[in-house]
């Protein structure tokens, strides 16, 4: 087995590459183990839910909303944890690229002389090991999206590299002179700071400004603390879904919580949930169960931040569902909305929030909506809703 193959199963041990590209085509290929496509399959849908009603969440939505219809190149910057992969799959999700691969490249995993043939592929002999001509993350991207994540440990002489590819469309194999076009659309992450790493002639000035088309800032979690209850929800339900044990915290232990600084972001915060429900298997925690590292940083200052109306859904057990049949009294943000398209989302998502429960039912998930078969069918056809694809807005619907 050469050393490509051999990297390539530890890529696969990680979370953001259990699946290394995304498009049905490659979940039904043979080379994806049935048990890994159903938990890539799993993976994906949690992966769209990008929670939060902060401001700053709310940008980050509208921002994937302005650019993922677009071909741009974006790129997502944000501390560890704070969900760049999950806006990256957003983007291609909502993108018209959707249905073509979604690819990940952890640049920063893949060992320096490997990235060129990983990115570009090889052909048989180029150099040791290499056995066999093998395509690479580029070429399984085509049509689709490449997830370029952790680019600021990419060397200088890769950079090079990825430049001409960006400007020019074209790579070529390892070994190979024949020049292969290149229809992909690139997303970038990094949690470093470019613009320094440019100062200090560590990135690319060239590279940076070709990758820093459309940027989108991911806040942490201590500066959208208000999400909190939000994100507490949505992380036990996956873990119902995911395990046979669950847990719920009380309003002292979410204040508690809501009072760390929370220095790996949303991922130590499903880390902790997982380690309390295992402590206290389908129990209440109390601010004295949590760990000590927490309760370091409790005060008296009741969590301000916090909208209360948000903690009833992390301690009680009913989702409640839309009171009466009007929609509740809203507010737009003071730089205004896109009605038509803020209306289509919301019908979107009861659509699909119909369709799932009714198992892909179209005739009764009509009938939860008050719709004649037909119109529901014309409906997702107008919004390219695919009963058994369904399609989710980038917000709190997972
Ligand atoms: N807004 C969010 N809503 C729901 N879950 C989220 C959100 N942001 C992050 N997560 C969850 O937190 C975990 C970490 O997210 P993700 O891998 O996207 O972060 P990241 O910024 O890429 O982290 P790293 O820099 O360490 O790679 C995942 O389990 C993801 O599903
Ligand atoms: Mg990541």
């Not at 921002?63 to 704070?82: F, H, K, R, W, Y």
Request: proline share 4%; hydrophobic share 40%; glycine share 6%.
């Amino acid at each position: 087995m050469s050393a490509v193959r051999d990297h390539r199963r530890q890529d696969s041990d990680s979370e953001s590459s259990q699946m290394p590209t995304d498009n049905a085509e490659n979940i039904g290929s043979d080379s994806v183990p049935a048990k890994q496509v159903r938990r890539g399959v799993r993976d994906r849908k949690l992966f769209r839910c990008l929670v939060g009603q902060s401001a700053a969440m709310r940008a980050v939505r509208q921002e994937i909303e302005q650019v993922a219809p677009t071909d741009a190149t974006v790129l997502i910057l944000g501390q560890s944890g704070t969900g760049k992969e999950v806006v990256a799959r957003n983007i291609h999700y909502h993108s018209k690229r959707r249905n073509k691969a979604f690819v990940p490249v952890n640049c920063g995993a893949i060992p320096h002389d490997l990235l060129e043939s990983e990115l570009f592929g090889h052909e048989k002999g180029a150099f040791t090991g290499a056995i066999t001509a093998r395509q690479g993350r580029f070429a399984m991207a085509e049509g689709g999206t490449l997830f370029l994540d952790e680019i600021g440990e990419m060397t200088m002489a890769m950079q090079v590299k990825l430049l001409r590819v960006l400007e020019e469309r074209v790579f070529e194999r390892v070994g190979s002179t024949t020049s292969i076009d290149a229809d992909v659309r690139i997303v970038a992450a990094t949690n470093r700071n470019l613009e320094e790493m440019v100062n200090l002639g560590e990135f690319r000035e060239d590279l940076f400004f070709r990758l820093d088309v459309f940027p989108i800032r991911l806040p942490t979690l201590a500066q959208r603390i208000e999400d909190l209850p939000l994100l507490i929800k949505e992380l036990t339900s996956r873990l119902e879904k995911t395990s046979s044990n669950s847990v719920r915290f009380s309003q002292d232990a979410v204040i508690a919580l809501s009072q760390y600084d929370w220095p790996g972001n949303v991922r130590e915060l499903a880390n902790q949930i997982e380690r309390m429900a295992i402590k206290y298997p389908n129990s209440l925690v109390q601010a004295h169960n949590l760990p000590k590292r927490i309760k370091a940083h409790m005060s008296d200052e009741a969590g301000h931040d916090l909208n209360l109306d948000d903690l009833a859904c992390v301690t009680d057990e009913a989702e409640r569902p839309l009171q009466g049949h009007t929609a509740p009294r809203m507010h737009i943000p003071a730089e205004g909305i896109d009605l038509k398209s803020y209306m289509a989302s919301i019908e979107i998502n009861l659509i699909l929030d119909a369709l799932d429960k009714a198992g892909g039912v179209i005739a009764h998930a009509a009938k939860s909506l008050g719709l004649r078969r037909t119109t529901l069918a014309e409906k997702m056809r107008k919004y390219n809703i695919d009963r058994d694809k369904t399609p989710r807005s980038p917000d709190n619907s997972c």
